[in-house]
């Protein structure tokens, strides 16, 4: 059969149905209904198996498709790379591979080295490797513990979970991988303390904790720029500044998750760089290769990666591989990515973009009541539904979900809070492509809009 050309797409259904488990989905309701197929993209727009367009404001679901659909440069540039070389493990290199490390290394001023997965899961665990083994080579087996932020998401393996500040996310996996640490959330409008400077606030309850432990168990913290699926929190004023002072206060390496806000998500190239942060480690997956190939990075400092080279130890070196770094379908397509939105200026398009959607946002919260809070930064934007203002009582999540429904019924896909705070799953989390234009941000907005008057009128 040729797949691309058939027709027969009851039979597709049908083989959807029995035999693939899809993710994040209670699959009893595909005893009554079909699972939805996407069988087409073009730039912001999808089309499932029934010929329904939709207008995709998650970019591919969870935050990925960043250059948008369709994009044939890229294609070819894949194409062309797996008919010369298609893989070979990473203890030795690859064209592509060099070539996209020095072209990323050149938008992260202060990072020197590039470590190769395929996940952003598998990205994560690598750093969190790294800080164990230097705990041992270097601290004697102390400084070990990696702290984690409520609300904040890292992936989906026992380990990440572990470092996962989501509860129902986490809910039934454990026991989980001792040595994760939580620190408190920084999300102002639901702000632990009434009054005073939030920012510090939060920094002093991270330095309660480390106090707590030990600074000298600490090997590292992991954060996310911007918290994703917890409810996109974009962090107060003065709180990278005091994380980054505790860091060198206490000798604790500052990972960041950029698996979502990495690639030009916030209208930088990645969500730290809107906050003067210096890193020890930043991990990136989603918008790398904009979903066309699987690619994840580890990067690192220079620093620590000299912490690694010592021929006089056999056990000195990271003793570490992805087989599936190894592929060169990633970089090959990243280096097209990133092409892509440097030719097309997207960063800038995302800034703007991102700054008008706010604005129709707020819009909305004019209108209607049920909207609480608008928060985000570029292209990455949160509108957290309430059911009274004053209290800011989260509304019913069914109610969340029903929005999300009614907006899929007009042809347009937005997304919600992971099941993160039981009670607080009550976020409209929206990522648009980069290539978003107003009249797409008009749409969106309009269908937001249409469902809030059904939903809650």
């Known amino acids: 059969m040729d797949y691309l050309q058939t027709n027969d797409i009851q039979d597709i259904v049908e083989q959807e149905r029995v035999n693939v488990w899809h993710h994040l989905s209670q699959h009893k309701q595909y005893e009554t209904s079909d699972p939805r197929i996407i069988v087409e993209g073009k730039g912001m727009r999808v089309w499932d198996q029934n010929g329904k367009e939709h207008l995709d404001a998650v970019s591919g679901g969870v935050w990925t498709v960043n250059v948008g659909y369709g994009r044939e440069s890229i294609a070819n540039a894949v194409r062309d790379q797996l008919v010369k070389m298609n893989y070979f493990a990473g203890s030795a290199g690859s064209i592509p591979g060099s070539i996209?490390?020095?072209?990323?290394?050149?938008?992260?001023?202060?990072?020197?080295?590039?470590?190769?997965?395929?996940?952003?899961?598998?990205?994560?665990e690598k750093v969190y490797k790294m800080v164990r083994q230097i705990s041992h080579k270097h601290h004697g087996g102390k400084k070990s513990k990696i702290l984690y932020r409520e609300r904040d998401y890292h992936g989906t393996t026992i380990a990440n979970l572990s470092a996962g500040g989501q509860?129902?996310?986490?809910?039934?996996?454990?026991?989980?991988?001792?040595?994760?640490?939580?620190?408190?959330?920084?999300?102002?409008?639901?702000?632990?303390?009434?009054?005073?400077?939030?920012?510090?606030?939060?920094?002093?309850?991270?330095?309660?904790?480390?106090?707590?432990?030990?600074?000298?168990?600490?090997?590292?913290?992991?954060?996310?720029?911007?918290?994703?699926?917890?409810?996109?929190?974009?962090?107060?004023?003065?709180?990278?500044?005091?994380?980054?002072?505790?860091?060198?206060?206490?000798?604790?390496?500052?990972?960041?998750?950029?698996?979502?806000?990495?690639?030009?998500?916030?209208?930088?190239?990645?969500?730290?760089q809107q906050y003067g942060i210096k890193p020890d480690f930043v991990t990136m997956a989603k918008g790398v290769a904009s979903g066309y190939a699987a690619i994840s990075c580890a990067v690192t400092t220079e620093a620590v990666f000299d912490m690694f080279k010592d021929d006089t130890d056999p056990l000195s070196y990271f003793r570490d591989i992805s087989t599936f770094g190894g592929c060169t379908a990633g970089p090959a397509a990243a280096i097209e990515n990133m092409k892509i939105i440097e030719a097309e200026g997207l960063l800038d398009n995302t800034t703007q973009m991102g700054e008008y959607l706010m604005g129709k946002l707020s819009e909305l919260q004019d209108k209607h009541a049920v909207i609480g809070d608008v928060r985000g930064k570029g292209l990455f934007v949160g509108a957290e539904l309430v059911s009274d203002r004053k209290s800011r009582a989260p509304v019913d999540e069914k109610l969340v979900q029903a929005v999300v429904g009614n907006c899929m019924q007009q042809g347009v896909i937005i997304g919600a809070t992971n099941r993160s705070v039981p009670g607080f799953n009550n976020t409209l989390c929206l990522s648009p492509a980069l290539i978003s234009t107003r009249d797409d941000l008009d749409q969106l907005c309009d269908a937001i809009d249409n469902a809030l008057t059904s939903v809650f009128s």
């Open 100 to 124: 996209f490390s020095e072209m990323l290394l050149s938008k992260m001023p202060g990072l020197s080295r590039v470590y190769y997965a395929n996940s952003g899961s598998e990205a994560n």
């Open 167 to 272: 509860e129902e996310r986490n809910a039934q996996y454990g026991p989980f991988t001792p040595g994760f640490v939580m620190v408190p959330h920084c999300m102002e409008y639901r702000r632990q303390t009434p009054d005073g400077d939030y920012g510090k606030y939060c920094v002093d309850q991270i330095e309660a904790v480390i106090l707590r432990e030990g600074a000298d168990t600490i090997g590292a913290i992991v954060l996310e720029p911007v918290t994703a699926g917890g409810g996109v929190i974009t962090p107060p004023e003065g709180y990278w500044e005091g994380v980054q002072a505790l860091c060198k206060k206490y000798d604790i390496l500052l990972h960041i998750d950029e698996v979502v806000c990495g690639v030009g998500r916030t209208g930088t190239w990645f969500g730290y």
